[in-house]
RNA sequence: GCCCGCGUAGCUCAGUGGUAGAGCGCCUCCUUGGUAAGGAGGAGGUCAUGAGUUCAAAUCUCAUCGCGGGCUCCA
């Protein structure tokens, strides 16, 4: 008798007698898939291969979908069983760990899995090759992963028998009636997880332990500090050393090595934590960084501000920064009886030019640009390279408009954005739209018809320009919804840059007013927009994604004439001099080294060009070119070079030929 | 701020209780060499800082500072 009707999802069906598992079943309808499948989804439900398939809470229908390798679904059920392949590996090297999570991630390229655990001892790096030992030892042992149904009231009594308080926590909250478990036989792991996971160890053959770090249980600084093993997993031995080779890649782009190598910027205990000097060349990187933003923010009609680094305490009180936001500011500094703080923000500074005289509705909006540096008391363990730091620029604009206004404003900053972040190379952005949540804690301001207008405006002015987006609920800022918007890199990596915020409370706290067409007083709309958010991060994210090799017109030395012999050295200033007219940033090396030697020097500094100038050279009046990525591109005259050269920095070409 | 690790020459690193080392870089000299490293010599270090243990500390202990990896935070 057969009492199963099972179909393969977008494929074969055929007749079978329960009682069958997931796999047999599998195995029947299609042995390719059987034999690779990780789980199985059966009617939409994520199941274990040994899952029993019963005719009874089916109507004996039956619908099998294999959990692939290859798959997202397929890589991050792996993980997880990795994840707890680990864990017994720490049990069993450590008797006493408690166990906190191991969940696997697909989102962060840098890890594949963690395991948080709370050790007898703590653990180090130098333990990481022993647990991934013991790992590979448990896995080649073929032992069963086996899953258990049982009452949450049996659940808590093993686990408190193990003394896993975090577990009876987490199923404390979490689970049902009844709850499921995992074992590893064998091993004295066992663990509250809904699943699914592979059947078999065996199946875990390609992973890695890679770090080891503290984290909260639960996120919460006020619970215990864990201890967080950071693996990865992969289907196959090649998929591992393929992504360890892509890691090594992102390392040399590190932009604090590089930094470093190229002589770009440091950082130094003498000046303080998180504070950035300026080395000439990366100072000329940024000054081709904001030149070009200038020119583009004239284009799009900004006007240019400047104001103070320092405002006096009532100002941030005012503007609410010191409530909401005091414990990033550096603290109050006195001067004749007069409380003065760091600004963290411009925002109060440009409101205080709008407010300099009365508006009429014919002056908006008003657009006011700053490349404006703010100081935040940034944790130190925060702190990162150019990433994270204590005193930055931000490429600021504030835009004071009418509510009709909004959506004009609003698509030609997308405009803006899109033109500039081309220009860097960068062709995949992603756009997230933040919008009020439900949350009450939240305290949104501001009415629910001038959210949801405000929300229509920003969705509108994407719509117009059919860019794609993502809708955030509950990521809005208190005081307004907003737009942020991410790049991806060379190596594909997402990095959180630009962004433009509707502001419902500044204008309100500060009594904004425009005189309407009705000459009546109207409060006007502030949008807070920032295309880079930091010019010392975003200066950081060029180096890693262009690897140190700036394109033509961002690289500091864009020239390397290099002599063979002394006897052409005055000819290779001739040369210099001529394109430095042309406004080229060149520079001539005259060491006493073999030309391998000067070639390798400036391939080493990512320079664009060299000219290899010989007596050949001089006799012919030509330059021997040669590209850093394509190497010898043959002799040209100086003209054709000088013309070259130039559409390479006037077009601002080149920002996809980094390697 | 919290957890773990680290701190030796400008850089990368070796040195585990007994007189501070290497490579690269830098300086000088020789070499004038045709597309990623020519040769020789030299300078350069209170071994992060402070205290302690010891006859003796780069080395062991403690504290402080900084850095790295995370967590937390991120208007």
Known sequence: MSDLNVQLKNGAGIQLQSPVTVGEALKRLDRDAAKQALAARVNGRDVDLNFQLEAANSNGHIEIEPVLPQTQEGLGLLRHSTAHLLAAAVLDLFPGTKLGIGPPLLDDPRYGFYYDVIAPRPLTEADLPVIEKRMREIGKRNLAYRRDEIPKEEALRIFDEREEPLKRELIEEKGGDVVSVYYIDGTPFVDFCVGPHVTNSNRLRAFKLLTIAGAYWKGDPERPQMQRIYGTAFFNQEELDAWTKQREEAEKRDHRRLGRELDLFSIQDEYGQGLILWHPKGGMIRKQMEDYLREELLNHNYSFVYTPHIAKRELWQVSGHEQNYGDSMFSPTVLEDVEFRLKPMNCPFHIGIYKAQQRSYRDLPQRYSEMGTVYRAELSGTLHGLMRVRGFTVDDAHIFCRPDQVQTEIGDCLDFAYKVFRTYGFDKIKIELSVKGDDTTKNYLGRDEDWRSAEAALAEALDERGIGYERVEGEAAFYGPKIDIKIEDAIGRMWQLGTVQLDFNLPERFGLEYIGDDNKPHRPVMIHRALFGSIERFFGVLIEHYAGAFPMWLAPV????????????????????????????????????????????????????????????????????????????????????????????????GANVAL
């Open 558 to 653: 864009q020239v390397a004439v290099l002599p063979i012999t002394d006897r052409v050295n005055e000819y290779a200033e001739r040369v210099a001099r001529e394109l430095r007219a042309a406004k080229l940033r060149v520079e001539v090396n005259t060491r006493g080294e073999k030309i391998g030697a000067k070639i390798r020097d400036a391939q080493l500094q990512k320079i664009p060009f060299m000219l290899v100038l010989g007596d050949r050279e001089m006799e012919e009046g030509t330059l021997a070119v040669r590209e850093r990525s394509r190497g010898d591109i043959g002799a040209m005259s100086l003209a054709q070079f000088r013309e070259m050269a130039r559409g390479l920095v006037e077009t601002r070409a």
